[in-house]
């Protein structure tokens, strides 16, 4: 079997310095994220950040509120238990269905994975829309097809050649039209990655419009935050 490519080219990329920024990057877990896991809303315009796995099921999809932009990674760990980590799905809020938009970019950025697919799924896990190279090699989802509103959706983006499933048969006409294929719930992922170095981490980013501005007791909790900083200044300065 012929040695694959090396990915870890110069001095900046070598495999010791790939597995720190792993390790960096999954304790990298910031007030957006706690924010999330206590069901609040992140502030406008923040960024949430994969803690571990986001997960590929809507049993085990992370919640997402608020934030404009997602990052993570899959294939976080390849050298460990999450090997082969091909999809995240995030459960997310749509409150304007006319503009909401799913973008991973322009494929400017190196360090991203340079071929994603976006899958949207409704609040039961049926699917609704999906998109593969919309824009040269990344992806975008435009609004949403007709009879749909808002509400609680699952939004997953995958290495390309990966496709979701109902246990058994595909859910899109991934490598087609993209159409929806079958009615039923996601049951599971299939397929290989047609992605280069799909076993190395892969980083992403999803920009979001159309998403809910923060809520009350976001703000809320934030500005406890403030007030608790600003007294504890004060109390030092007396």
């Known amino acids: 079997e012929p040695t694959p490519a090396n990915p870890y080219r110069g001095d900046r990329h070598t495999r010791q310095g790939w ?3 792993v390790k960096f990057r999954s304790l990298g877990y910031s007030l957006v994220g706690m924010v999330s896991l206590l069901g609040l809303s992140a502030p406008a315009g923040a960024t949430f950040i994969e803690v571990g796995d986001a997960g590929d099921s809507t049993a085990t999809a992370a919640s997402v509120y608020g934030a404009n932009r997602i ?3 899959l294939n976080a760990n ?3 238990p999450d090997a082969f980590d091909l999809v995240d799905l995030f459960r997310i809020k749509i409150g304007q269905p006319s503009k909401f938009m799913a973008s991973t970019g322009d494929g400017s950025d190196p360090f991203l994975i340079a071929d994603p697919v976006l899958y949207l799924f409704d609040s039961t896990g ?4 999906m998109n593969d190279d919309a824009d040269g090699s990344q992806s975008i989802i435009s609004g949403l097809p007709a009879g749909f509103g808002s509400g609680f959706y699952f939004l997953g983006i995958s290495f390309a050649g990966v496709e979701p499933t ?7 006409d991934v490598f087609g039209s993209g159409d929806v ?3 039923n719930a996601l049951g599971g992922w299939q397929g290989d990655p047609l992605t280069p170095n799909f076993d190395i981490p892969g980083w992403y980013a999803i920009d979001l419009v159309g998403v809910p501005e923060p809520g009350s007791l976001a703000l ?3 500005g406890l935050l403030g007030a608790a900083a600003t007294r504890r200044k004060r109390t030092a300065t007396v």
């Open 166 to 172: 109902d246990g058994t048969d595909p859910l899109f």
């Open 19 to 21: 597995e720190v920024a």
């Open 220 to 222: 809320l909790a934030l």
């Open 126 to 129: 049926a699917a609704v829309v």
């Open 181 to 183: 294929l079958s009615a």
């Open 71 to 73: 990052e993570g990674a």
């Open 78 to 80: 390849p050298f460990g």
